[in-house]
């Protein structure tokens, strides 16, 4: 179990490092026989710009054992079906199918990507689909590209790994605090505004202002600590 976590955390080190076009995968739980992966669909393709979730279960046995992967995202594909399950030969192990132990789950996830783009009409695991991309292309690519606006359009078309969700908080605080000292430069410059040019010109005279922004009478001066201090001066 042990060489099974090491082995899963160099892979989606490299993953991280150098992630294939369109292709992301990371721990789900911090768990390494739990992995959550998604796609984005090629350009001219039914499934452009789509963002398709897939969950990645990695037995004990891994690599000596492919991993589970199943579609969260509904997809119109042939070789998909309405539950996630995907006909691919990299997904079994010989002689039905051609898992290697040298293989990885990014080599894995570029093939399912592929799949995407290139169905594979001669070995379906929906067989209305499959005859359908077969005799009638254009109406499988519109009920493909009608799906997939339905269901993973509506996602964000950016991979959102754990890290990028942090990144990306950490830009919005950042931006908070700035709006903050904003606001508060602001506050002191509403609160000089709030002076007429007349009551301005007696502040920087020395003549002071109330808070109501009236200047105050002889009278009020005179009351006024220094005012007295320089009155005796002047006497």
Same mark, same amino acid.
């Given at each position: ?30 768990? /390494? ?11 001219? /393709?039914?499934?452009? #710009? ?5 969950e990645?279960?990695?037995p ?7 991993p589970?992967v199943?579609?969260? /995202?509904?997809?119109?594909?042939p070789n ?21 132990p =040298? ?23 929906m067989?209305?689909?499959s005859t359908e ?27 959102t ?5 942090? #990144?990306?908080? #950490? ?6 605090s ?5 606001e508060?430069?602001?506050?002191g410059?509403? =609160? ?38 320089h009155?005796?001066?002047?006497q």
């Amino acid at each position: 179990m042990m060489r099974r976590s090491l082995r899963i955390s160099k892979e989606l080190s490299q993953l991280e490092r150098e992630p294939p076009p369109g292709v992301s995968c990371w721990m789900k739980n911090e768990s /390494t026989n739990q992995l959550q992966a998604q796609i984005i669909g090629d350009e001219k /393709t039914p499934y452009s #710009d789509g963002v398709f979730d897939l969950e990645i279960q990695v037995p004990e046995r891994y690599p000596m054992e492919p991993p589970k992967v199943q579609f969260l /995202t509904p997809i119109y594909h042939p070789n998909i079906d309405s539950v996630g399950r995907i006909c691919l030969d990299l997904l079994k192990m010989p002689p039905s199918g051609n898992w290697k132990p =040298s293989l990885s789950i990014g080599t894995l996830l570029t093939s399912i990507k592929l799949l995407m783009s290139q169905p594979n009409p001669d070995d379906p695991l929906m067989a209305d689909i499959s005859t359908e991309f077969l005799t009638n292309r254009v109406v499988f690519e519109q009920k493909a590209r009608e799906h997939t606006h339905k269901h993973a359009v509506q996602k964000t078309t950016a991979v959102t790994s754990p890290k990028q969700v942090k #990144d990306q908080s #950490d830009s919005n605080d950042s931006d908070q605090s700035e709006s903050s000292s904003d606001e508060s430069d602001q506050s002191g410059s509403s =609160s000089d505004e709030s002076h007429s040019p007349a009551d301005q010109l007696a502040i920087q005279e020395g003549i002071p202002v109330s808070q109501a922004g009236k200047r105050l009478s002889v009278e009020d001066l005179n009351a006024q600590p220094h005012a007295k201090k320089h009155k005796a001066h002047q006497q």
